[in-house]
């Protein structure tokens, strides 16, 4: 039995270690898309985070008997495909999810209580020169009785929803697959919840009915000086509209998905150096804890194929 792991890298500490108990084990730190081929052509087991693994990928490797997902997200393997040649697939769910919901409120907490632009304050000797033990300059608001508005009430979503609700908010929420109807929160239209909500978090995939669900028209609706998260997918957002709204319209908005990641040097959003855009590296899922359940499912999908 032979396991290659494709983009060790992107999972970080775990313990591939306990991968040996299975068989041979190949680590590679990452993989391009020209490099799959030859690395998994005598595979029995792949392990991808985001590798593609398509149709060509699955034919050059004979032996390939299982495909483990070290994400929720299945996007990057041709299921349909796999289906055909009797390979099975598995993906980890649920893994993320409260490292996704803590990074979504340290994200809203930094911007709206504009954490950037104090931290400069101080660093920089103003404070020190200023002759006051405060500084008021940039007024925060509180999220308590607060509209906040989530796009996407999944698991994520909906556990934001119940944190955000701890704080005192006014909870709602938009369907986008329209088949959600969750009595805990009010289901309102996209439109209402952008143009009522204080704070607006996106936790939805990215599909036909959320691609670019958010684009200069839906941005317009958004209240000044509300919060707008993207922890979804970076397809939902129109960046090329976000970065003209952001020119004029006083938002803040914080980003852990882009449209294409790494985020490319030439994107319009690298010109805001600015409090009012905050971007991270789609880190929401990394905590350790979180890899840690990840990797767990994975050696746990493999085990039950292995009882199959």
Known sequence: MKIV???AKTLGDVHFDLLKKYGEVKIYPTTSYEERISRIEDADIIITNKVIIDKEAMDAAPKLKLICIAATGMNNVDLDYAAQKGIAVKNVAGYSTES?????????FYLIEHLRYYDKFVKSGRWSESGLFT???????????KRWGIIGLGAIGKRVAQVA???GCDVVYYSTSGANDDPEFKR???????????????????NEKTKDLIGYKELE???????????????IVNEEDLAKILEFKDIYVGLDVTQKEPLPKDSPLLKFQNDKLLITPHIAWTSIEARERLFDGVIENIEEFLRS
């Open 5 to 7: 792991v494709l983009d």
């Open 165 to 167: 609700a701890s704080f």
């Open 221 to 235: 609706l958004l209240q000044d000086g509300s919060i707008l998260l993207n922890l979804g997918r970076g397809g």
């Open 135 to 145: 500084c008021i300059d940039r007024p925060f608001f509180e999220i308590f009785n």
């Open 100 to 108: 996704v919901v803590q990074h979504t409120f340290a994200m809203a």
């Open 188 to 206: 309102v239209s996209l439109e209402v919840l952008l143009s009522t909500s204080q704070i607006v978090s996106i936790h939805a995939p990215l």
